[in-house]
């Protein structure tokens, strides 16, 4: 069965701090990973990965993906209480472009 | 910027209502979707549509019906509302080629009572 997996769930960290977020994931037929930001509204748009060892970055965000061993992580540094928010990942499916396969997201919690 | 507008943030509704949660995006993509999303459940699609008149069931659709009559606009319709329908609902839409992300609305919080 298709599943993908994040971890922690949750986690609190000071303003300031580095964090990690992981997404390992088991899916025939990858396509893409991909990482959404969800605060109280619509998650909004990361980062799309598609190839093993290619850092994407955004300002203090980052992210990369391992296709051997099936996992991606997203690096905050820097923290700051904006960051506070659920962050989903999501597997999309080379055959079908309407299958994602999402997992039940990491919620950070940033103190000041 | 693609928006993708959900009629109601939070709607409450009866057991046995007929229910409609209404999505338009203006972005003119081929695929739209709904979504539930439950605490540790993550999200899990309901119906997809890939063109007007079009639809598949997703992982979960009992319970649930669609309707695209018109490219930006997707109903999702609970054709009579139970209290395990107590959700949060998230329409999304995408363009329909490969590796398009997905652009979600804001989500409809749902209670049955």
């Known amino acids: 069965e298709d599943k993908v997996v994040q971890s922690p769930l949750s986690l609190v960290v000071h303003e300031g701090d580095t964090v990690t977020l992981n997404c390992s994931y088991e899916?025939?037929?990858?396509?893409?990973l991909l990482w959404y930001k969800q605060e109280k509204k619509a998650p909004t748009f990361l980062f799309m990965l598609?190839?093993?060892?290619i850092e994407k970055k955004s300002g203090r965000l980052s992210s990369i993906l391992d296709k051997k061993e099936l996992f991606s992580i997203l690096n905050i540094t820097a923290t700051q209480t904006g960051d506070s928010a659920v962050y989903l990942c999501?597997?999309?499916?080379?055959?079908?472009?309407?299958?994602?396969?999402f997992g039940s997201g990491t919620k950070l919690n940033v103190k000041p | 910027d693609v928006k993708v507008t959900q009629s109601s943030r939070y709607l409450v509704k009866r057991t046995g209502e007929k229910v409609f949660l209404e999505c338009v995006q203006d972005?003119?993509?081929?695929?739209m979707f709904w979504y539930r999303q439950d605490p540790g459940l993550g999200l899990r699609l309901i119906y997809f549509?890939?063109?007007?008149?079009?639809?598949e069931k997703g992982d979960i659709p009992e319970g649930y019906s669609v309707s695209r009559e018109k490219k930006e606009r997707f109903s999702l319709i609970l054709e009579s509302a139970s209290t395990n329908q107590t959700s949060m609902y998230l329409c999304?839409?995408?363009?329909?080629?490969?590796?398009?992300?997905?652009?979600f609305g804001d989500g409809t919080r749902l209670s049955i009572l």
């Open positions: 999501a597997v999309g499916n080379e055959y079908n472009f309407n299958k994602f396969y």
């Open positions: 899916v025939t037929n990858f396509r893409s």
């Open positions: 598609t190839s093993s060892g």
């Open positions: 972005m003119d993509h081929e695929n």
């Open positions: 549509s890939y063109d007007v008149k079009m639809k």
């Open positions: 999304a839409s995408n363009l329909d080629r490969h590796n398009q992300p997905q652009h």
